[in-house]
């Protein structure tokens, strides 16, 4: 007979092993394999770069894709600039997606189904063509310029599209969503006996909100903010169609090292290091600012 220690710990396993059997196979190995292309150097083989080790065993990587990422300022420039844009635009995501989620979390049971409908309606139809659409509304002669134009805000038209303004509003069209919902998650189990209690308090409406509701609706503040921030941060498809040809961001550089100049190693190098950049910060919030916002009262 098992003993019941032993019981539980195989128990334990049967429902934790596969979590992280199916991490070690699909993050953890992949990762691993990105990190050992970026020690190599590029060649014209398939595929294309040298072996890490050599045929007698030794060790022949180097970071030399490393140090060319971190003192080339092409790269440093869109690693920043990346950084810039997904940050900015997650700031908008969340001004914009908490009115709306709290508007839904407050609304009638009917109205909230409709409304969530309407938030996840664009899910439905392809990515890449709600980015076209975005392309015929602030072209030049697009809708935009035609409407301001109409009612006499603008007399020429003006220059809409591939600019910063255009990937901003991109980007938070397409990201939107992945901020409201974990935000109206979080509000929508909100107890609003709370709130009742704080009205009898003497609390205003406003002091409720800023002392109950908001720091209670920081957890999905957080998850919303990075559902945003991390795929954002290595948007392709947005830059690329509504920033032009001199919108440079990381994405566009992975592709053009991997695809068009064919240097994996220094494709890997520029994933790693935007993995760092973004993973740091990360688990610093996590481990210092989470406990203190989970504690709160």
């Known amino acids: 007979m098992i003993p019941s220690a032993t019981a539980n710990a195989l128990r334990r396993a049967l429902v934790v092993g596969p979590p992280y059997l199916w991490l070690l196979a699909f993050f953890v190995a992949p990762f691993a394999i ?27 990587g180097d970071l030399d894709n490393y140090a060319t990422v971190l003192g080339d300022s092409y790269y440093a420039a869109a690693l920043l600039d990346s950084l810039r844009i997904a940050a900015v635009a997650t700031f908008f995501c969340l001004l914009l997606g908490y009115p709306m989620a709290y508007a839904i979390a407050r609304a009638a049971p009917a109205a909230k189904l409709a409304l969530l409908l309407a938030v996840m309606l664009p899910f439905w139809t392809s990515f890449l063509i709600r980015v076209y659409a975005w392309i015929g509304l602030l072209n030049s002669n697009g809708h935009i310029n035609e409407w301001l134009i109409a009612l006499g805000v603008i007399e020429e038209p003006l220059a809409l599209l591939y600019t910063d ?16 919902l974990p935000i109206f998650a979080v509000l929508e189990r909100l107890d609003r006996a709370l709130l009742d209690a704080a009205a009898d308090l003497g609390a205003r409406p406003w002091q409720a909100f800023v002392r109950v509701t908001l720091p209670l609706s920081f957890p999905g503040i957080a998850a919303g903010s990075l559902l945003v921030f991390i795929p954002a941060i290595g948007e392709f498809v947005i830059p690329e169609l509504l920033g032009g040809s001199d919108f440079v961001m990381v994405g566009r550089v992975l592709w053009t090292e991997a695809f068009s100049n064919r240097d994996w190693p220094m494709a890997a190098a520029v994933a790693v290091a935007l993995l760092v950049l973004v993973v740091a910060p990360v688990a610093w919030l996590d481990r210092k600012v989470a406990p203190k916002v989970m504690a709160r009262p």
Do not use: E, K, W
Not at 173 to 179: D, I, N, V
């Open 34 to 60: 990105v990190i050992a292309i970026s020690l190599t150097d590029p060649a014209v083989r398939a595929p294309p770069y040298t072996p890490l080790l050599a045929a007698d065993g030794a060790f022949q």
């Open 165 to 180: 303004f255009a990937v901003y509003i991109g980007i938070v069209y397409a990201y939107l969503p992945f901020m409201v």
